[in-house]
């Protein structure tokens, strides 16, 4: 159990400490619908008087050298003061883990609050993405299109796997040049009922014979799909291009079958990411499909 620190923030005092396990339940209502790391730890903010009131806390879990966290705040709360506080904490408790690294876990915008906050707190933008939009009614129909006008030019080598059954290690390589993803987010997103994860069912490496060279790995979060991972290595450009369409057509199949047998529900939207200079094939997939360009995300990170 992490040691209570007493901390006045105006005329406030404001208790960091772990939650006890009776508290832990109260402690994950601020976060709401977030979905965290199974293995997530928590560092709440508690003002004990009049009544003693959990009024935010950080979840925070490891990924490698790197500790990832998330932050919840009750609304009124002195957003960076109390932020402060709970970063300072985390930050004795990551370096005391051996960490090298604490990095926000949501990617901001630019106009976000949090973004602002954090930057104050002495984060830096360590790498900036671009993020695409479509509607899947507009990805659908694009897609059907194309299968009914190109269908039949698809090798007969190809064949798209579900990741469900198959290693992480099978799409590194494939992934691993456009820095989308470090491996120990592919291997934490990829496992099974890991909250926020990849849509085991959807997700999928591409394969000429036994030769892995596509990956399409997306999560499902409310009414969008988030597709962080849309690549394929092939120089050959039109062979690229199918197997960029070719991908989708599947995921948007399965979708459509599991919708109509009661198993899954509507989507509305299409997400992808793509770096901001080092993977354009998501950003061209995407507006040929219709789509538009939303203002760019950042991932947050402070070395310790």
Known sequence: MIPSQMNHVGNVDIAVREPSPAE???VMHLFGNVHLHPQVR??????????????????????GKIGMFQLALLPGVDRTAVAGLLIGRLEECARLAGLEMIQ?????PDGNEWFGVLRKLGFESLRSERSFEVAYQDAWTRIMQLQQKHGARIPATWQARLIRD?????????IGPHRLLT??????????NTPGGFTLDLSCV??????PFGAFLARRMGDVYYVDVQVVQEN????????????????LLLHNAAQKSGADVPIRWLRFRSGEIEHRQTANLALRMGGRELPPYHVLGKSL
Do not use: C, H
């Open 236 to 251: 050959n450009r039109i062979l690229r291009s199918l197997a960029d369409w070719f991908m989708m057509y599947r995921m």
């Open 166 to 174: 198959l290693p992480p290690e099978t799409a590194l390589e494939v």
């Open 104 to 108: 926000d876990a949501r990617l901001l």
């Open 24 to 26: 832990v339940e109260r």
């Open 183 to 192: 491996p120990a987010e592919v291997r934490a997103f990829w496992r099974k």
């Open 206 to 211: 591409l394969f000429d014979g036994d030769r």
């Open 42 to 63: 928590l560092l709440a903010a508690v003002r004990p008087r009049p009544v003693e009131r959990f009024i935010a806390a950080a979840a925070w879990w490891s990924i």
